[in-house]
Structure formats: structure tokens, C-alpha cells
């Protein structure tokens, strides 16, 4: 569009003169190659225009509708308007063609220089009848002289004579004023006035007559020859008709010469107005086609956003109604009725399914209350369902185990599957520590379902009470022999010590290993005791620190030979606790940290330093105490190391982890066992600190009666 208007002004203002109207084919042309690619961009731009309006309505998509609804209109509204246009153009300039003609042109000026002609002819008129009055005038004066009633009335006859409405003799010398000596003046005006001194001038210099246009009248002023400065003025009363017509061909001349020199702007003026009516009829066509084809969609577009929202799960969306019983509106009635029958059919699923829910969240939340585990298998034994007990127990992340064999997570539960029992005790391995679980199983269509508890603490609780009853029986019943048993040897040690004389060494080394056997009998009954009848523990505000090197310092001194480390904030964390009790369950895991050295340097299996650290660490209220040794390390079975006689040593009773485990667990904590990383074990330690807060106001009562476990 930029190029043929470039080329258009290029073609326009090659014609020098703008008088000159451009010929009706060339205009015609011109106007059709501007108009050509302004319809198109408007075509064009009406196509991203109706594209945009599909893009926001319900449909979507690229407007196909919209942009072939635009183009067929637009197709249907620049044909015929094209047409229009040149006819127009070609019928317009056809017809002024004539009127900028040099035809035309010739006949207003003829007509303009006809009336101006036939004025002339009148002022030349008048300027002859006064040069010829004033001949007549002399020969007058010949014979009557200027004041004779005589000649005032043949001088008046001259003046009625020639047509003439008034006439005046009068002498202007140089440099003095008008003095009038004959005057005809009917009209009763200043007739001097009318002469100036440049007319006066202009007749002394020789001319004939000057020509007077003034005061409404058309007279001529020429000299007298009765004196030098005697002159002679006539004048008639202008035809109002015949001046009206001079101005008004003299105005329609000037005007035509205007128009004439406005005649291609006018032409271009006219073809612009037929241009942009064309592009505002085409623009016009446009819109419509729009708004048509936003009508065709519209409901349409309804029945695709009641759609979406029934995909979303709106059943509710309906259409409005339309009030044209079209095809669209029929549509629109019909997929209202279909929206809710399916209303009402999902509605009976969704109750359906709600009742269903309800039952699941019901079992779901029982399954994940329960502390046993439940697992749900089909026939190929694949894990359908588990709960979160199970996946505690078979160590397993959330969610992981469904889909999974159970041999791959459990090969004692399903080898359990194998027998006939329906309830059975297997050992389970889980993370590598040992469980016992009580397993129940039930057989249900298309699987099965294996429900289990972890029965391994009850046994250990079990098996704690009956040992703390043991260890309180063997405490009481040895403990009453073994001191008569120490005095009676004591006294025969030194009765009779002096009055041996056959076999004195014998009998000295034989009452001594009575006296040694009783008190390492003595020793194991008071730890049967400890463990029997723990007191009640007294809770104060400690300082961690000082109980922890306390306990370390006791050993420090008693090895030597072996490097003890502590490891703890400054200053020291606070813990609610029983100093005495803990400052024992220290003594007790620092005493196995070096008998676990000791045992490494028997073995003869002694690497480098040997060294206790003892670290202690204060994060999220927690408090732990960690033990680390370079010792024999732990055994596999890690499991049972806090149970009441199990040792991995030969002097050990297997008392004293028990009793540690019994001391942290009063003390809202819990044990655990790891390897260190060069070798040897770690035994941590880890509190409670929050809940052991709570009991300051308890710790600071008096401890009551000692009261025996189990």
C-alpha cells in the first residue's frame, strides 16, 4: 500500500499544471491500485482481529469461523464497491470534465468581457458626448454670454439632449480651489467633490477627457476653451442593472479562474472521498461479519465452556436457553437434558462412592491406628495393601512396598505362607536386628492377609520381670549363708591359723579362697540386687558436664595407661536428672569401654593409642552422651546386649548394660550401639530434655520407699 501511494503522488505531481485535471482513466487507475491493498491489509488486519476475538471466546483455537466469515464478506463487499468506485470516479469526471474545458472556460470569459464591453462603450459614451457638449458650449457663449438666462437654458438642453443627468462649468487654476460658474444639478449634491486634482492634472497634461467613477455615477471631465483653467464636467447616474451585471460576470470569472486553479485538487479531493467511503463500507462489512460470526459462536462457545466444566466435574453447567427454535438452540435443549440425566446418575455414584470412602478412610484409619502390622497379598503374593506399622517393622519407606514380592521384603513372613499354621512365633531380621512376631494369617479371595505383632519387648519384659524375680530370690537366699560362712572362716583363719603345723600353707591358701569366693559371691549378689530393686530416681537440674567427668575421672585414674577425652559445650548444657543414677549408668558404659580395651590388648589384637571419648552434644532439645572406644567392637547379636544375664564376657553377669538401659529409660531416653569408624564401638546415649524439664517441680521431692521392678 506504501509503494502505490508512493508511485500515485509520484504520478500526480509529475503534472506541472494544476489546472489541469488528470484524465478520468488515469484517476480511475490509481484510485484502484490504492484501493486494492487497503482493502487487503484491512482484510488482514481483520483476520488477527477475529483470530483474537476466537482466542478469548470459549472455543479457542486459531477463529476459523471468524476469519472465513470476515474474508466472504469481505470478498462479497470489495467487488461490487470496487465496481462502484470506478464507475463513480469515471461518471464524476465525465461530467466536470466540461466545466474545466477551455470550451467552457472561453464562454464564461466571453460573457465576463461582453459585459464589461458594453460598460466600457457606456463610459467612452459619455466621455464623447462631454468632449463633444463642451464644443457646443463655446459656440454658446459666441452668442450669449455666461450669465444670460440664454445660455443657462441651452446648457441644460445640451445636458437633457445627451442622455446626461447633471453637468457643471468650473475654472481650478494651479494650487486654488474649484470655482463653479454653471451647474445643472437636479440631484442636489456636491458635484465638485467627484473631481480631484490628479484628474485636473491629467486633462492640463494634454489627455481629452478623464473618465469620473464616483458617487454612483459614470461622467468625464475635459477642458473648455472659453479660459485656460475653464473645464467642463457631465456625468450620468449609473444603470444599476448593467453595473450589477459587470460585477457579477466579473465575480463568476473570478471564481471560475479559482475553481480553475483548484480543479485536480478537487479531482483528487472527490476520488479520496470515494476512497474512503470504499474502505469505510468495506470496514463496515467487516464488523459485520464479526459480530455475525461472534453470534454463530456464541453458543457454540457456551456449549464448549458447559463441556469443559463438565470435564472438570461441574454437572451443574447448562446452556442458556435459547428463543430461536434453530438448530443450535435444539442442540443447546438437548445437551441440557443429557447434563442432567448425568447429574443425576453421578449423583447416585457420588453417593455411592462417598459411602465407599467413608468405609475406606473408616479402615484406613483403624489400620494406621493399630501398632500391628497388616499386609494385604494377592495370589502371586505381591503386597496390595500395607500400613504404616508394617513398614515400620519391615523397615521400608512409605508407600514402597506395594507392588513388591514379600519374599523381597519379608522371606520369614512368606516362608511362614508355606505351612499350614495359621498362627505362628517367627524370628524376623529387621534393619539386622533380631524381632520376634506373632503372626496370624487369613485367607481371602484373590490373596491373602498376614496380621503381626512385635511381641519382642513383651518377651524382653517378660524375661526382665522373671530374671528381676530370680536375681531377688538368689540375692535373698544366698545372702544370709554367705556371712556365717565368711565369719567362720575368718575365725579359723585366725584360731587356728597359728596351730596348724603339718600343713600350715595349705590351710592358710585354703581359707583364704573360702574368704575371696564369699565376697565375689557377696559382690554378685549386691549387683543381683541393684538390678532387682532399683530405687526411685530424684530429679534435679544437673549439669551434664560435671556428672559426665566425674565419672571418667574415676577411670582416668584407675588407667593410666589408656587416653580419656571429653568432649562437651561451654558451658555445660542443664539436664533434669538423677545424678547418682546417671553418674552409674556412665561408670557402667564407661567400666565395658575399657574392659573392651582390655580384652582387644588380651587378644593381642592392640593397633595404635587406645582411647575413651566421650562427646556431648546439645541440638533440638535433645541432649546425648556418645562413648566411643577403640575396644573389640560389638557382636552381631546387638539386639540383646541390654538383657539381664547376657554377657560377651567370661567374668561379666550381664547385669550392668541392663542396668544402664533401666537407668536411661526412667530417664525419658533410649540406648543405642554402632560401630566407630576406625574400629571399636560407639554407645550413644539420648535425652529427653523437654520432657525432663517438666519434671523439675517432681525432682524436688524427697525419693520415697525403693520398690523392686517386675
Known amino acids: ?153 441651452g446648457f441644460a438642453r445640451q445636458v437633457y439632449q445627451r442622455s446626461l443627468s447633471e453637468a457643471v462649468i468650473l475654472t481650478a487654476p494651479p494650487g486654488q480651489e474649484i470655482k463653479t460658474l454653471v451647474l445643472v444639478n437636479p440631484y442636489d449634491r456636491a458635484i465638485g467633490k467627484d473631481i480631484t486634482p490628479e484628474m485636473l492634472a491629467a486633462v492640463r497634461g494634454g489627455k481629452e477627457s478623464v473618465v469620473v467613477q464616483r458617487g454612483g455615477r459614470v461622467g468625464a471631465l475635459t477642458r473648455l476653451g472659453i479660459a485656460k483653467d475653464a473645464y467642463l464636467y457631465a456625468a450620468k447616474v449609473d444603470d444599476p442593472a448593467m453595473v450589477g451585471q459587470v460585477q457579477r460576470a466579473n465575480a463568476v470569472l473570478a471564481d471560475y479562474r479559482a475553481l480553475l486553479s483548484r480543479a485536480r485538487v478537487l479531482q483528487l479531493r472527490f476520488n479520496a472521498a470515494l476512497l474512503l467511503v470504499s474502505l469505510l463500507i468495506l470496514a463496515a462489512t467487516i464488523w459485520i461479519a464479526l459480530r455475525l460470526a461472534d453470534r454463530l459462536v456464541r453458543p457454540v462457545g ?91 517393622l519391615l523397615k521400608t519407606e512409605r508407600g514402597h512396598a506395594v507392588g513388591h514380592k514379600l519374599a523381597e521384603l519379608a522371606p520369614e513372613l512368606d516362608a511362614h505362607l508355606d505351612g499350614d499354621q495359621r498362627e505362628d512365633i517367627i524370628q524376623f531380621a529387621s534393619g539386622g536386628e533380631p524381632r520376634t512376631l506373632a503372626v496370624k494369617r487369613v485367607r481371602v479371595e484373590g490373596g491373602h492377609v498376614l496380621t503381626f505383632d512385635d511381641i519382642t519387648e513383651q518377651l524382653l519384659d517378660q524375661r526382665r520381670a522373671a530374671w528381676s524375680d530370680v536375681a531377688r530370690r538368689i540375692a535373698h537366699e544366698i545372702r544370709n549363708p554367705l556371712t556365717p560362712i565368711q565369719l567362720a572362716a575368718e575365725r579359723l583363719q585366725r ?29 554378685m549378689v549386691d549387683e543381683f540386687s541393684s538390678f532387682a530393686r532399683m530405687p526411685k530416681p530424684v530429679f534435679r537440674e544437673e ?79 535433645r541432649i546425648v552422651i556418645e562413648v566411643a572406644d577403640t575396644g573389640i567392637g560389638l557382636p552381631g547379636d546387638r539386639g540383646r546386649l541390654t538383657e539381664p544375664y547376657m554377657t560377651t564376657r567370661v567374668k561379666g553377669t550381664g547385669l550392668g548394660l541392663a542396668i544402664v538401659k533401666k537407668i536411661v529409660e526412667e530417664h525419658f531416653g533410649n540406648i543405642e550401639f554402632d560401630d566407630c569408624a576406625g574400629g571399636g564401638s560407639l554407645v550413644r546415649l539420648v535425652f529427653d530434655a523437654e520432657a525432663l524439664a517438666r519434671l523439675t517441680a517432681a525432682a524436688d521431692e524427697q525419693p520415697q ?5 517386675g
Open 1 to 153: 500500500m506504501i509503494v502505490m501511494a508512493a508511485i500515485s503522488y509520484g504520478v500526480v505531481s509529475s503534472q506541472a499544471r494544476w489546472e489541469v485535471l488528470l484524465t478520468p482513466p488515469l484517476v480511475a487507475l490509481l484510485l484502484v491500485a490504492n484501493l486494492v491493498p487497503a482493502m487487503a491489509l484491512m482484510v488482514l488486519v481483520a483476520r488477527r482481529v477475529a483470530m483474537k476475538r476466537a482466542a478469548r471466546s470459549p472455543i479457542g483455537g486459531r477463529g476459523r469461523l471468524h476469519v472465513r466469515l470476515a474474508a466472504v464478506f469481505s470478498l462479497i463487499a470489495s467487488v461490487p464497491t470496487l465496481m462502484v468506485v470506478v464507475f463513480a470516479s469515471l461518471l464524476f469526471q465525465s461530467g466536470v470534465e466540461f466545466w474545466f474545458s477551455n470550451r467552457a472556460r472561453g464562454m464564461i470569459e466571453n460573457a465576463s468581457g461582453l459585459a464589461q464591453q458594453t460598460y466600457a462603450q457606456e463610459l467612452n459614451r459619455v466621455s464623447q458626448e462631454t468632449v463633444t457638449m463642451s464644443e457646443d458650449v463655446v459656440g454658446f457663449l459666441t452668442e450669449a454670454p455666461l450669465e444670460s438666462p440664454e445660455f443657462w437654458e
Open 495 to 523: 584360731r587356728y591359723g597359728k596351730e596348724i603345723t603339718s600343713d600350715a600353707g595349705t590351710f592358710e591358701k585354703l581359707t583364704g579362697t573360702i574368704i575371696r569366693q564369699v565376697g565375689d559371691l557377696r559382690r
Open 302 to 392: 457456551d456449549l464448549v465452556d458447559a463441556a469443559k466444566r463438565i470435564t472438570a466435574g461441574d454437572l451443574s453447567a447448562r446452556v442458556s436457553a435459547s428463543s430461536d427454535r434453530d438448530e443450535l438452540g435444539v442442540l443447546g435443549t438437548a445437551f441440557n437434558r443429557m447434563t442432567g440425566r448425568l447429574q443425576e446418575q453421578t449423583g447416585a455414584l457420588v453417593s455411592a462412592n462417598a459411602q465407599l470412602e467413608s468405609r475406606r478412610a473408616f479402615i484406613e484409619a483403624v489400620l494406621s491406628g493399630v501398632t500391628a502390622g497388616i499386609i494385604s497379598l494377592d495370589q502371586e503374593r505381591n503386597v496390595r495393601l500395607i500400613n504404616s506399622s508394617a513398614e515400620m
Open 543 to 621: 549439669k551434664i558436664a560435671d556428672i559426665v567427668g566425674e565419672s571418667l575421672f574415676l577411670h582416668q585414674v584407675a588407667h593410666p595407661d589408656i587416653a580419656f577425652t571429653l568432649d562437651a559445650p561451654d558451658p555445660s548444657p542443664l539436664l533434669v536428672c538423677d545424678r547418682r543414677q546417671l553418674g552409674q549408668a556412665l561408670t557402667n558404659v564407661i567400666k565395658n569401654a575399657v574392659e573392651a580395651i582390655q580384652q582387644k590388648r588380651e587378644d593381642g589384637r592392640r593397633e595404635g593409642d587406645d582411647r575413651v571419648a566421650v562427646a556431648i552434644r546439645d541440638a533440638e532439645n
Open 705 to 709: 520407699s525403693i520398690s523392686a521392678d
